[in-house]
């Protein structure tokens, strides 16, 4: 270290158009132009980096290399979650689960847009709780990769504990030893029946057969009108009869709007015959 202070990247407003198109095309996200200073804040570091002249450079960049690609979307999406984010839907699945009679198939539930995985185990406790550890399963999805392999691993910080009930962390969660000193972890029942793929919500999708209910809980705020539009109807012919679509606390259906019956705040149920 020299000392010697690199001069402040400038994102010029061109440079901004390019990073807003570009994540449109890549994920369906909408930049606004509030979110400028951010964007500057996040590539600078990473253009200082790679040793690069400048935003120019590397924009070109990572449209050429897959993997900038992908480190660039991490640094650009919001990845915040935590455990029972939003529980009023998880409490009102639990219910309508326990309330079926009758059961011919395992409930499925998939978490769209799972980030680092803490909405999918929520649901999976929810399940467990609900139906006991079999007769459930959860798919959890996002399109970046490091997150998904955060999911995976199951392992969370210890504050985050604060965030679970205490008898639900005592079941459903192991302090760790070692060099998992500070962390826990999900028990292994649960785990082993949450399932974590990468799928981008804007690109072709696998079969991913019906499910009971779909969370797409704070994602579609960060999509541009059109995905939104085009995403929802996409989602509603995934879900089994009277399956339900789950938003985050602060998110509303788009226009024109779907099929869907309010069961309760967040939580929108497919109409018969919808
Ligand atoms: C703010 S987090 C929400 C996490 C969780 N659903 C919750 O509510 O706590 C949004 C997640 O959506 C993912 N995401 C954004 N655009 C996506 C797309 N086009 N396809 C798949 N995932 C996407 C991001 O990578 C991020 O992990």
Not at 185 to 214: H, K, Q, Y
């Amino acid at each position: 270290m020299t000392g010697a202070r690199m001069p402040a990247l400038v994102l010029d407003e061109a440079d901004f158009c390019l990073c807003r198109d570009w994540l449109r095309a890549a994920a369906g996200v909408e930049l606004p132009p509030s979110r400028k200073p951010f964007v500057a804040g996040r590539l600078a570091r990473r253009v200082a980096e790679l040793g690069l002249a400048g935003f120019g450079p590397y924009l070109h960049r990572l449209r050429e290399d897959p993997a900038e690609h992908a480190r660039a979307l991490d640094l650009l999406l919001s990845h915040e979650t935590r455990f029972f984010r939003d529980p009023g839907p998880l409490l009102w699945l639990r219910d309508r689960l326990r309330a079926r009679v009758v059961r011919a198939a395992p409930a499925r539930v998939w978490s769209a847009g799972c980030s680092t995985g803490q909405e999918a185990y929520s649901i999976a406790m929810v399940l467990d709780d609900a139906l006991g550890p079999a007769g459930w399963e959860v798919l959890g999805s996002d399109l970046s990769l490091r997150v998904l392999q955060r999911a995976r691993e199951a392992a969370y910080d210890l504050p985050a504990c604060s965030e679970l009930p205490p008898a639900w962390f005592q079941r459903y969660a192991r302090i760790g030893h070692g060099e998992q000193a500070g962390r826990f972890r999900m028990v292994p029942t649960l785990v082993s029946r949450v399932r974590f793929e990468p799928l981008n919500l804007i690109g072709p999708w696998p079969a991913l057969g019906r499910f009971d209910a779909i969370f797409l809980c704070n994602v579609l705020c960060h999509l541009t009108a059109d995905v939104r539009r085009s995403l929802v109807p996409r989602l509603l012919g995934c879900l089994g009869p009277g399956g339900a679509l789950v938003l985050g606390a602060a998110e509303t259906l788009p226009e024109p709007l779907p099929p869907l019956m309010r069961a309760v705040p967040s939580v929108y149920v497919l109409r018969p015959g919808g």
